[in-house]
């Protein structure tokens, strides 16, 4: 028997919840259905459908209006039907969404005899881990966009500071590299290094 291998993610609940599951290829939706409860553990207490971009399908129930009103009744249709991703939804009331992914062909199909009548069996290939946003990664980019950001900010008012620091700073001594400037901003000489800024009213004049 062919399978089609899906990968089942329970949406919203923690720790999460997640199946690799082999199920027939020809399965029908009433089929899948089945499968799909025993797969999470489910006990088909609820009503439930299929979603996917094109359409829904559920259950058609006599005297029962359905929601949305174009919904197709999931008796004539099958997995292929589905498309590659698609939503099962399961207890309208507390909203239940599986996100279901066609992962590719299955393993070798598994069926057992209930009377005359041949009974699929749900092959779960493994409990897989629901994906989980890396929030650490997140946070440490954002720690680090913080760092540089607070690191530029610092070299700009470092480079205000040293303006208005030693505007108007006339050298009274230099030894190497290092310069004994008195400034009108402090009371008592200041050590620098490098070429003092250009007088305030120079700077405005070259900037005129």
């Known amino acids: ?7 089942v ?3 919203d609940v923690e720790p999460a919840l997640a199946r690799v599951i082999d199920v027939p290829a020809s399965a029908t939706l009433p089929e899948l259905h089945e499968l799909l409860q025993a797969a999470i553990g489910w006990t088909d207490s609820h009503l439930h459908q299929f979603v996917t971009p094109q359409a829904t399908y559920g259950m058609e129930i006599p005297g029962e209006e359905v929601w949305p009103e174009d919904q197709r009744d999931e008796t004539g249709a099958h997995l292929a039907d589905l498309g590659a991703e698609f939503e099962y939804l399961y ?3 507390d909203g ?3 996100d279901v992914e066609v992962l590719g062909p299955g393993g070798q199909g598994l069926a057992a005899t209930h009377g005359t009548e041949p ?3 749900i092959v779960i290939v493994t409990d897989a881990p629901a994906p989980v946003f890396d929030w650490t990664a997140v946070a440490l980019l954002a720690w680090l966009g913080g760092a540089l950001a607070f690191l530029a900010w610092r070299i700009v008012t470092y480079r205000w500071m040293r303006q208005d620091l030693l505007d108007g700073a006339r050298t009274v001594g230099e030894v190497g590299k ?3 400037v008195e400034t009108p901003a402090v009371d008592s000489p200041v050590a620098t290094t490098g070429r003092p800024p250009a007088p305030r009213s120079s700077r405005l004049n070259r900037s005129g």
């Open 9 to 11: 993610v329970l949406r």
């Open 178 to 180: 290092i310069r004994l």
């Open 1 to 7: 028997m062919k399978t089609t291998r899906l990968r």
């Open 119 to 121: 009974k699929v069996m």
């Open 91 to 93: 207890d309208f009331g």
């Open 96 to 98: 239940w969404t599986h």
